[in-house]
């Protein structure tokens, strides 16, 4: 009984074992996943095509992670996870002067590489900017880009799929719809002309104060977040000052505590001699008197005895 019962504890144990160094596997194997990509990655169109390749397997922490790494906006980050966006990160293009709309959108086209559908859309945008002088001036506006007319088009897709999704099952009229909205799938097709419509919708918004004011509220983000550390900096520095300076000040209060201690033994010695010389000088002065007593009565014997005789 003994030996079985050992080996069910080495059995536990060796269970255990296995089981950390699973999880120590799994979390090596993550680490070693994240390096992989942060080596596979050199530009942000590798990020944009790595983010689509994590989205479609669902590994959304690690385009977090991607995003935060190549300094993506979190609302672009939520976007891209939800399917309103494209693609993850803007391309950076070079911001020169294109002698026509054609130009510009064969560039952006060559940058994003996309043929199944930002090519389709493109084309479409480059027969309609020839064929109008005023839509080929709304393109060459420089707050305006194909990648940007993509995320449009895919937010109203989104938008679209989302009132369906209510029109079928209550939407906010439903008390359950957190709970049914995972296990509720809305498949919806959408036409050409619909997706061409919101194209040259985009273009053709008045969106360049608006453009703007979020370029400089992007530019604030980092000074922001400089200022923030240096405060936290200062505030830390102060605090450590402030618990240095209390603990000085406690270690004297303690060392004036220690040397009152000290004092005080002495105090109460000075005060014990004080009784015992009283009780000293007590016992003397009734020794005194036994002494008197007995020098008396040793006269009266002696007269008594002379008397006698």
């Given amino acids: 009984m003994q030996h079985n019962r050992w080996r069910v504890k080495r059995l536990s144990i060796f269970a255990v074992c296995s089981i950390r160094q699973s999880d120590k596997k799994s979390m090596d194997e993550k680490k070693k996943e994240t390096a992989m990509y942060e080596k596979m990655i050199n530009n942000t169109e590798e990020l944009n095509a790595m983010a689509l390749h994590l989205r479609n397997s669902q590994n959304f922490t690690e385009i977090k992670v991607l995003a935060a790494q190549w300094l993506v906006p979190k609302q672009d980050v ?15 293009l070079s911001e020169k002067e ?18 199944l559908f930002t090519d389709i859309v493109g084309r479409h945008l480059m027969e309609k900017a020839e064929k109008g002088l005023l839509f080929g001036i709304q393109v060459l506006k420089k707050q305006k880009t194909l990648q940007k007319c993509m995320n449009y088009i895919m937010e ?6 989302e009132k369906e ?28 002309t619909k997706v061409y419509q919101w194209a040259e919708e985009y273009y053709a918004l008045d969106d360049e104060t608006k453009e703007i004011k979020e370029q400089k509220a992007e530019r604030k983000k980092p000074i922001n977040a400089l ?4 405060e936290r900096r200062q505030n830390a520095a102060a605090y450590r000052k402030a618990s240095e300076k209390g603990a000085l000040e406690g270690k004297s209060e303690k060392s004036a505590q220690k040397g009152e201690e000290k004092q005080k033994p002495e105090e109460v010695s000075g005060a014990e001699k004080q009784k015992k010389a009283e009780k000293s000088e007590r016992k003397s002065v009734q020794m005194s008197l036994f002494d008197m007593m007995a020098d008396k009565n040793e006269e009266k014997e002696g007269e008594e005895g002379h008397e006698s005789v």
């Fill in 78 to 92: 939520e976007d891209f996870i939800k399917g309103k966006r494209f693609q993850l990160a803007e391309i950076p």
């Fill in 98 to 115: 294109y002698t026509s709309a054609v130009e510009k959108l064969r560039e952006e086209m060559w940058h994003m590489k996309d043929q």
């Fill in 156 to 161: 109203q897709a989104y938008q679209m799929a």
């Fill in 165 to 192: 999704h209510d029109n079928r099952f209550g939407g906010k009229k439903n008390p359950n719809r957190r709970a049914d909205r995972t296990h509720q799938s809305v498949g919806m097709g959408i036409s050409e």
């Fill in 227 to 230: 200022k923030k550390e240096e």
